[in-house]
């Protein structure tokens, strides 16, 4: 079971760059997934989630609009789509699978962050 | 959005004894379906994080039983029974209860 992420580097402000994230030993297609990152000496952030069927997609207020997440089930590929990059951009990006559960009634819920990459280092700096 | 606090933000610990680490969340992280959606993760240094507990107090699979987890609503806590050397790291709390997911700023555990 296996997430790897690529697609990090060093970017000028207002640059885009394009995250990938490698699954394997699973079954990608039934997992939500998401992208969390880590500024350099800072805690962890949330940017942005999406469902197994892409019905449902989630942006942190500091990326909507810029970044854009989605997914190829058939390549088993999760993707971060980043424009308008800012130096406060500048961290670890972690792909990580979402682990949901249904309740009978509450429908679809979250259950944990089950499996995390390596993460992948973006640095924004002209 | 949700809020997650923690305290303390440092822990120094010695090997063999017990230590803990409060959560709190600015909003009630219990459902009415009865589950409180809080997570725990450990991030070793130099590694990704690591989910530890989730829905709660639920150990994920294969984290040492000197783990436990406890709390409901807008309190929460991490127990370590025993610390050991291989415990050190930042120990973060999560919620899960509404789709933007927040983290609380970590707490750093390392050896005294």
């Known amino acids: 079971v296996h997430l790897v992420e690529s697609g990090g580097g060093l970017v000028a402000p207002g640059g885009s760059l394009r995250l990938s994230c490698a699954a394997s030993g699973f079954i990608f297609s039934d997992y939500s997934m998401v992208w969390v990152r880590q500024a350099p000496g800072k805690g962890l952030e949330w940017v942005a989630s999406?469902?197994?069927?892409?019905?449902?997609?989630f942006y942190a207020d500091s990326v909507k609009g810029r970044f854009t997440i989605s997914r190829d089930n058939a390549d088993n590929s999760l993707y971060l789509q980043m424009n308008s990059l800012r130096a406060e951009d500048t961290s670890v990006y972690y792909c990580a699978r979402e682990d949901v559960y249904f309740h009978f009634w509450s429908g679809y819920r979250h259950r944990s962050f089950d499996m995390w990459g390596q993460g992948t280092m973006v640095t924004v700096s002209s | 959005d949700i809020v997650m606090t923690q305290s303390p933000l440092f822990l120094p610990v010695t090997p063999g004894e017990p230590a803990s680490i409060s959560c709190r969340s600015s909003?009630?992280?219990?459902?009415?379906?009865?589950?409180?959606?809080l997570d725990w993760y450990l991030q070793k240094p130099g590694q990704s994080p690591q989910l530890l507990i989730y829905?709660?107090?639920t150990r994920a699979s294969g984290v040492p039983d000197r783990f436990s987890a406890s709390g409901s609503g807008t309190d929460f806590t991490l127990k370590i029974s025993r610390v050991e050397a291989e415990d050190v790291g930042v120990y973060y709390c999560m919620q899960g209860l509404e789709a933007l997911f927040t983290f609380g700023p970590g707490t750093k555990v390392d050896i005294k």
């Open positions: 999406i469902s197994s069927s892409r019905t449902y997609i």
């Open positions: 909003q009630s992280l219990l459902h009415s379906n009865g589950n409180n959606y």
């Open positions: 829905l709660g107090s």
